[in-house]
């Protein structure tokens, strides 16, 4: 699949790090360095913009890495970029860690998946199909 890309970063495109990789790396595009107190938040740019087309979307998901390394996560997890959206990709980072940490210029902050999904058209009906599980909630199919 072809996907027109902006860059205004000074940082290499998102790419695959492997043949079997299902997600990009986006970098941090910053002038300086961000400190992120413990359960602080920041919005960090990436200066790439993308042009999707109808039927994809990117979801943005955090990094093991970061993750355990630092205690970094993306808060709205995963993060949708819709095919109509035009804006410079931005990642809501939390520091989840009890120290206090440093995000530089540069630094793999997320992934991004590029994923097709389904357009779903309701139909309104009065009951639904019967199933073993039936209303079970969480934890109602068993332990094992």
Sequence with gaps: MEIRIV????????????IHS?????RAYLEKPITLNPLERALVPTGIFIELPDGVEAQVRPRS????K?????????GT???????????????????QVEIFDGERIAQMIIARHEKAQWIEVNDLSKTKRGAGGFGHTGSH
């Design 70 to 78: 630092k205690g970094i996560t993306v808060l709205n997890s995963p």
């Design 22 to 26: 299902a997600g990009m790396d986006l």
């Design 65 to 68: 890495g970061m993750a355990i």
């Design 81 to 99: 970029i819709d095919s109509d959206y035009r804006g410079e990709i931005k990642v809501i980072i939390i520091n989840l860690s009890n120290n």
């Design 7 to 18: 860059n205004l970063s000074h940082h290499p495109m998102p790419a695959y790090e492997t």
